[in-house]
């Protein structure tokens, strides 16, 4: 199976701009959570979506948005950039509905903002 | 409430000596736990989890964890540490109480392998 796939890799941003992170899920998993993580903060969390809809949500400012499709991919959204969003941005998905059932992470979206 | 404690932030160890990095959780119902390793600029990646079966629990890289229920600890051992085990470690509790459950993450421990 694949793992979990983000895109893209690299982002460089200047303030006051939006940008948009992509997360395709493991087959089969329908939760997909995101993470901030940062040197200062260490690993935070922003939200979970599962089938759709966002079931958990994280201390973070409504610039932070996210969605879920059909399929299980996810998208984060984050709008009007500020320096201190700068971060790894990490997806992590994982089958529900069974007891224990771990995280899988992806190599996450290093979002610098400029 | 749940929540999870990584007692140290940085531990430093020489190559070939035993490894130990300490977990404490708290947590209202029967937790799942997880440990999980960062390399750098990489994602999280799963070294063992303890669901309620064996409380030793092996994983990958010959890490291994024992649960203790009355001490609420879940601490991480390797009897012999390699170059390569430097990395950030997560200790992290998930409740699951239902399908809704929470994950808590520590606050990681960086591991330090001496020469």
């Known amino acids: 199976k694949a793992g979990v796939t983000q895109t893209p890799r690299y982002l460089i941003k200047t303030r006051g701009q939006q940008v948009t992170l992509s997360c395709s899920p493991i087959s089969g998993h329908r939760s997909v959570s995101w993470y901030q993580q940062t040197p200062g903060q260490g690993l935070q969390f922003l939200f979970e979506?599962?089938?759709?809809?966002?079931?958990n949500k994280g201390n973070f400012p409504g610039r932070f948005s996210g969605r879920q499709f059909s399929n299980s991919r996810s998208e984060m959204n984050v709008s009007t950039l500020e320096l201190g969003d700068s971060a790894l941005y990490l997806c992590a998905s994982r089958p529900t509905g069974t007891r224990g059932s771990p995280l899988h992470f992806g190599n996450g979206t290093r979002l610098t903002v400029t | 409430a749940q929540s999870v404690t990584q007692l140290d932030s940085h531990v430093s160890v020489s190559e070939g000596t035993p490894v130990l990095l300490r977990c404490n959780y708290s947590s209202s119902y029967s937790p799942s736990l997880f440990w999980y390793v960062q390399h750098p600029n990489k994602g999280l990646q799963l070294l063992l989890k303890?669901?309620?079966?064996?409380?030793l629990v092996k994983g990958i890289n010959g890490f291994e964890a024992e649960f203790k229920k009355s001490e609420t600890s879940f601490h991480l051992t390797k009897p012999s540490a390699h170059m390569s085990d430097a990395a950030e470690y997560f200790c992290?509790?998930?409740?699951?109480?239902?399908?809704?459950?929470?994950?808590?993450f520590g606050k990681g421990t960086r591991l330090h392998i001496l020469p």
């Open positions: 303890y669901t309620s079966a064996a409380t």
């Open positions: 992290v509790v998930s409740d699951d109480p239902g399908r809704d459950d929470k994950i808590i």
């Open positions: 979506y599962f089938s759709e809809t966002q079931r």
